[in-house]
C-alpha cells in the first residue's frame, strides 16, 4: 500500500471549515484514499472514501486531485465533538487485502 | 443498532495469566480483526479471518492467539507468551465485497502488571 504524508496537528475554528491534507504521491491507479479518524481512548471511525472522484456524505467530503497525488478531507462546519486523530490511508480494496496501515495522523483540534 | 461490541472496556492482569477478550458484531460482516495500538502509535494488526473457522496471522501475531467459530465472535486470547500485552487493542470487522470499509469496537484497554 502507498504511504501517506499528513501534518502532525492542525487547529480550526469551531463552525469554520477544517480543511486537512494528505499526500500519496506513490499511489496507484487501483488504491483508493480512506479516511478514519479516533477520538481519545476511542475505536477508530470510518468516514469516507474515494477513488479519483471527489466524494460526499453526511459527515465529509473528499477532495482528491487531478492526478491523485494528494487529497483533503473537508468537515465543513466543525464542532468540538470533531477533535480527533485524522487517519489517510491509501489501499487496494479487495479482498485479501485485509490490513490497514496507520500512520501517526493529523491531530485536530477545534477551538471553541 | 448494528455494531461491534468488545467486553470489558478496562482488564488487568497479572504477568504470567492468559487473558480472552471479547468481541462481537452484528452487522452480519464475513471479515473480523485485531488490532493493537501503543499510546502515541498507530494500529498493528494482530490477527484477522475472513470466514468462520479461519484465520490468518497479521504483522505482530506472536503470543496472541485467536478462534472463529462462530461468524459472530472473534476473541482474541493473550497469551503469557506476549512480552509486552499492556496496551488498548481492537476489534474491527469488514464486509466481503464492496469497498472493504472495517468498522471498528470501542476498544479493551489491558494493563499486565
Known amino acids: 500500500d502507498a504511504k501517506t504524508t499528513q501534518p502532525t496537528s492542525m487547529d480550526c475554528a469551531e463552525g469554520r471549515a477544517a480543511n486537512l491534507p494528505c499526500n500519496h504521491s506513490?499511489?496507484?491507479?487501483?488504491?483508493?484514499v480512506y479516511w478514519y479518524r479516533q477520538i481519545h481512548s476511542q475505536g477508530p471511525q470510518y468516514i469516507i472514501h474515494?477513488?479519483?472522484n471527489n466524494e460526499t456524505n453526511e459527515m465529509a467530503s473528499l477532495i482528491i486531485t487531478e492526478d491523485r497525488k494528494s487529497s483533503t478531507l473537508i468537515l465543513p462546519h466543525a464542532t468540538l465533538r470533531d477533535t480527533a486523530v485524522y487517519y489517510c490511508?491509501?489501499?487496494?480494496?479487495?479482498?485479501?487485502?485485509?490490513?490497514?496501515?496507520f500512520g501517526t495522523g493529523t491531530r485536530l483540534t477545534i477551538i471553541p | 443498532d448494528g455494531g461491534i461490541t468488545q467486553s470489558p472496556k478496562y482488564l488487568f492482569r497479572k504477568e504470567g495469566q492468559n487473558v480472552t477478550l471479547s468481541c462481537e458484531q452484528n452487522?452480519?460482516?464475513?471479515?473480523m480483526y485485531w488490532y493493537r495500538q501503543d499510546p502515541g502509535q498507530g494500529l498493528r494488526l494482530i490477527y484477522y479471518?475472513?470466514?468462520?473457522?479461519?484465520?490468518q496471522k497479521g504483522d505482530i501475531a506472536e503470543g496472541y492467539s485467536v478462534s472463529r467459530e462462530k461468524k459472530e465472535s472473534f476473541p482474541l486470547t493473550v497469551t503469557s507468551a506476549q512480552k509486552n500485552p499492556t496496551a488498548f487493542y481492537l476489534c474491527?470487522?469488514?464486509?466481503?465485497?464492496?469497498?472493504?470499509?472495517?468498522?471498528f469496537g470501542p476498544g479493551t484497554r489491558l494493563t499486565v502488571t
Open positions: 474491527a470487522s469488514s464486509t466481503s465485497a464492496g469497498s472493504y470499509e472495517q468498522y
Open positions: 506513490t499511489i496507484s491507479g487501483n488504491e483508493y
Open positions: 474515494g477513488l479519483k
Open positions: 490511508i491509501v489501499r487496494v480494496a479487495n479482498f485479501g487485502n485485509e490490513k490497514l496501515t
Open positions: 452487522l452480519n460482516h464475513d471479515a
Open positions: 479471518s475472513q470466514i468462520v473457522n479461519d484465520f
